[in-house]
């Protein structure tokens, strides 16, 4: 059974096209107003993922709740509640900013109501996603970087309950990246949007998320803010010495009660001493190292 | 307003947007241009001359054998070639995204395309009224079922456009193979020589297409009734016009739909990225 107040509830998620296998049986929720992370290397099943939960694809097998709802048969009410952030190419090129913005806004006005007044105006989220210049420029003459934050201020002109944005800052300079996660802050805070959001970037996740889902070949492998996974996944301590002009390295789980016993075994021989816990980043690091191996093989093979 | 209502107006909104966008684009206002102005060249070589063993003047033949073509390339070759294109860049995509807003994206490409064929159409009225001598001679009454008829027309055309437009996977296929179906129908409809000129097997799939009929009915409309001798049964065919073209549009508006609801369930994030790469290593 699926959690009614939970804002997206999956479980056994299975997805394969063929022999090939994308997603392994994931399970997990979102709650309502909660900022979620899906993160994971490249072809770890992220954007199948999504976009099982947008309804734009049919999971092989596995049950989906999203606002209550199955996504693939849910109603057009159901639509004006989520916001979804795609990534544009040269679609709509020859229309002006406001002008497109107004135009998929009017969509969405049959289905205000009191505490969500719909659609956004569209001078202040030019505003918010700082194309308030653009206002009046053709689609085509924006940067990348314009065009993608164009891509999220369409994502949220519907005022979502639930915004799923895939890869959001991918082609952002540091300043646009920073604007952005202000907006995702403010739609979390003040509005209480709940909102899953793509990323291979664990800063990102970091800064951006209250908790952080990891995907790895098909399956989620760790779930919690990030302070827990630090302390979950990361854990083991690397210590590195010398005795004797010998080096050493040995990793284990309690790096205290090791330096304690070293000293105890060797006393004033060691020297040299190093100790370091492996931070949640070296923890990914290493995962996406494994799976680049696992894509290369399949690539060479 | 209701949510249908709202898709319907901003549906409509978008059409006529997009027309003004075209209207702003130089090589869309080329296309008109050069469209129109082979229609003149051919008035003005042709303004002496007259349909063999008849009176009846070549222009005042063709002229509306050149509206129902204008009328078939515009809602048929060119809407199937823009749907095509928008699936394979993401509008279709951003269009489901919206809540109704397949319906709206729908009725912006009906009203984008009645807009930009009934532009060209007044360009050849304007023109023809100089050129081709005794053009409006069955009268105001003749004028508005003209109007009528291509309204009619466009409602059996679009839907076409639409069924093209969602069976082809990308642009590159409807251009290479839509247009010459389109020419080949065109061909075999006796828009620019009469029918019975052709053969008996050419005569039979040329009248199964609305092509045909539109060009019939419009031909009953612009031309003298003493030109009726060079057609199928020296007949008219009033109702059989209406009938055919009628057929065409129900069924059309019947499939239209079901074709696009299916070409949609299918679209996705990564199949626009899938197409976007292939596309960008063409390029």
């Known amino acids: 059974m699926h959690d ?33 992370a899906l993160l994971g290397p490249n072809g770890a099943g992220k954007t199948t993922t999504i976009e099982v939960l947008e309804g734009f694809r049919q999971p092989s097998a596995g049950s989906v709740s999203v606002l209550g709802a199955d996504p693939l048969t849910a109603g057009e009410h159901w639509r004006a509640d989520i916001g979804v952030v795609l990534q544009s190419w040269r679609d709509h090129a020859r229309w002006r900013v406001g002008e497109l913005l107004d135009h998929f806004g009017r969509f969405y006005a049959p289905y205000a109501t009191a505490d969500r007044p719909r659609p956004y105006p569209v001078d202040e989220l030019l505003h918010m996603v700082g194309l308030a210049e653009q206002g009046r420029s053709k689609v085509i003459s924006l940067s990348g970087g314009q065009r993608r934050r164009l891509d999220v201020a369409i994502g949220i002109v519907g005022r979502p309950r639930l915004l799923f944005l895939d890869e959001p800052t991918v082609g952002f300079d540091p300043m646009a990246r920073r604007d952005f996660h202000d907006v995702v802050h403010r739609l979390s805070d003040l509005e209480g949007t709940s909102i899953l959001l793509t990323t291979h970037d664990l800063s990102e996740a970091e800064k951006l998320a209250d908790r952080i889902l990891i995907l790895n070949n098909g399956a989620i492998v760790a779930d919690g803010s990030a302070e827990q996974l630090a302390r979950d996944v990361a854990g083991t301590t690397e210590v590195r010495w010398t005795t004797d002009g010998q080096r050493h390295v040995h990793t284990t789980d309690d790096g205290t009660a090791f330096v ?9 021989t060691v020297s040299d001493l190093e100790v370091r816990r492996a931070s949640l980043e070296d923890t990914y690091l290493a995962m996406v190292a494994d799976s680049a191996i696992v894509a290369a093989e399949r690539i060479g093979s | 307003m209701s949510a249908a209502r709202t898709a319907l107006v901003t549906g409509a909104r978008r059409g006529a947007i997009e027309f003004r966008n075209s209207l702003q684009t130089p090589s869309d206002i080329g296309y008109y241009i050069i469209g129109n102005l082979i229609f003149i060249v051919i008035a003005v070589l042709n303004r002496d001359a007259v349909i063999d063993g008849t009176a009846l003047p070549t222009m005042l033949f063709i002229f509306p054998g050149i509206l129902a073509m204008q009328l078939a390339f515009t809602s048929t070759y060119g809407l199937a070639t823009l749907i095509s294109t928008e699936r394979e860049d993401g509008t279709l995509l951003r269009a489901k995204s919206l809540p109704n807003g397949m319906t709206g994206y729908v009725f912006g490409q009906v009203t984008r395309t009645g807009l930009e064929f009934f532009f060209s159409a007044v360009i050849l009225f304007v023109a023809s009224t100089i050129l081709i ?33 969602s069976i082809f996977k990308n642009p590159r296929s409807v251009g290479g193979w839509g247009f010459f179906v389109i020419a080949g129908i065109v061909v075999i409809s006796g828009l620019f020589f009469p029918i019975t000129g052709l053969p008996i097997w050419a005569q039979v799939i040329g009248q199964v297409f609305p092509l045909y009929w539109l060009g019939l009915g419009l031909r009953s409309v612009i031309l003298p009734d003493s030109a009726v001798v060079v057609e199928i049964g020296e007949s008219w065919r009033t109702l059989e016009t209406l009938g055919v073209l009628g057929v065409w549009a129900v069924v059309g508006l019947l499939l239209a739909p079901v074709l696009l609801r299916r070409m949609a369930r299918r679209e996705s994030g990564s199949s626009v990225e899938a197409r976007r790469q292939t596309a960008l290593q063409r390029v």
């Open chain 1, 4 to 36: 009614p107040t939970a804002a997206i509830s999956v479980r056994d998620l299975q997805m394969s096209y063929g022999d090939h296998v994308v997603l392994d049986g994931v399970s997990f929720s979102v709650t309502t107003g909660e900022v979620v």
């Open chain 1, 260 to 268: 304690r016993q070293l000293f105890e075994q060797y006393g004033d």
């Open chain 2, 133 to 165: 001598a005794g053009v409006w001679g069955n009268g105001a009454v003749a004028f508005v079922a003209l109007l009528g008829l291509l309204v009619l027309g466009l409602l059996s055309a679009i839907p076409l456009g639409i069924v093209f437009g």
